[in-house]
């Protein structure tokens, strides 16, 4: 079986160079085997990635879909010509044998979608250590232990409700056939409907905890970027459950629905928590002692206090904005 390496990148050249390099001279599957297809949603000139990468099986295309990811993600799909697609966040580094394995485990098992264990790169945990805000990144941002997933096998399989998209793999016919990711979704959501979606045609979604990818997004370790994406990213969960209702079942949603009578006591001081730090004045404050508590080198430990107050508002800000839209 060949695969189809599906990057959607825009304006982050220098990162994307890096995912390129591990996919040509660190991974271990021969080229013939594999494409490499990324599409452009950005403004940056990738023509010269062909002088630094000058192989047949590197193709660079212009997003023609919606902006955005899945648009983004689809069009790269429309000039796949292998039987295995394996989508790629731009700041993902592969392993050596990590496209090795998900063909063999899509040649072993039938009717899944596949995602692996995505962890901080070692460049971004060096950068991130270096303040209060990454440091807090790497504690909270990203909680690769098995949690409610179901073991499927003895090699470090199991069967998850959500696969994220940085690294999802699906035969090309399965994608087909149970639709494209929806591009009116919006950023945050449309890889969780695209799983929804999945789930409903039989598609069993796996997690491979033995297959590691490195996130190299050290671009986004600074505060307000982190929280832009909070807000907005939020807005495709709304989405979500708007098409699929049974995902207001998951704590997103009801953690941040208006106060019910019906709400447990822990629910309720959770979403009074949320509103009072959506108030612009209060959450402005918040993030200038935020900001400044940085500067003045303040402890983690009350820092990471301001960080969390500053999710909670920034997250509920976005699920109301979307929650009126619809």
């Known amino acids: 079986m060949k695969i189809s390496i599906l990057i959607p990148t825009k304006n982050r050249l220098s990162i994307l160079k890096e995912t390129l390099h591990n996919i040509y001279y660190v991974n271990k599957l021969p080229k013939e085997d594999f494409e490499v297809i990324v599409s452009n949603d950005g403004n940056d000139d990738l023509s010269l990635l062909y002088n630094e990468f000058p192989f047949d099986n590197l193709k660079i295309v212009k997003n023609t879909h919606k902006p955005g990811a899945a648009g983004n993600r689809n069009n790269a799909a429309d000039y796949a010509q292998y039987d295995l697609l394996q989508f790629l966040d731009d700041d993902i580094l592969i392993t050596d044998n990590f496209l090795k394995r998900v063909i063999y485990w899509h040649n072993e098992l039938e009717n899944i979608s ?104 050290i671009d986004r370790l600074i505060l307000d970027n982190w929280l832009k994406r909070q807000t907005t990213g939020i807005n495709g969960a709304i989405r979500i459950c708007k098409l699929h209702p049974e995902g207001q079942n998951h704590p997103t949603w009801y953690t941040n629905t208006p106060i019910k009578a019906s709400d447990n006591w822990n629910v309720k001081i959770l979403k009074l928590k949320k509103i009072f730090c959506s108030f612009p004045p209060v959450y402005n404050f918040i993030h200038f002692l935020a900001i400044y508590g940085e500067k003045i080198k303040l402890p983690d430990s009350f820092l990471f206090r301001l960080y969390n107050a500053l999710w909670l508002g920034a997250t509920y800000r976005g699920f109301r904005q979307a929650y009126k839209e619809i």
């Open 114 to 217: 596949l995602c692996s264990k995505l962890i901080f790169s070692k460049k971004v945990k060096e950068i991130a250590n270096k303040t209060s805000f990454g440091r807090y990144m790497i504690k909270h941002e990203y909680n690769n232990e098995i949690n409610d997933f179901t073991s499927l096998n003895d090699n470090g399989l199991y069967v998850s409700k959500w696969l994220h998209g940085s690294s999802l793999s699906i035969k090309r016919l399965t994608f087909i056939n149970i639709g494209t990711f929806n591009e009116e979704i919006g950023f945050g959501g449309e890889e969780g409907e695209l799983c929804c979606r999945a789930q409903l045609n039989g598609i069993s979604l796996v997690y491979d905890a033995k297959n590691i990818i490195y996130h190299n997004d």
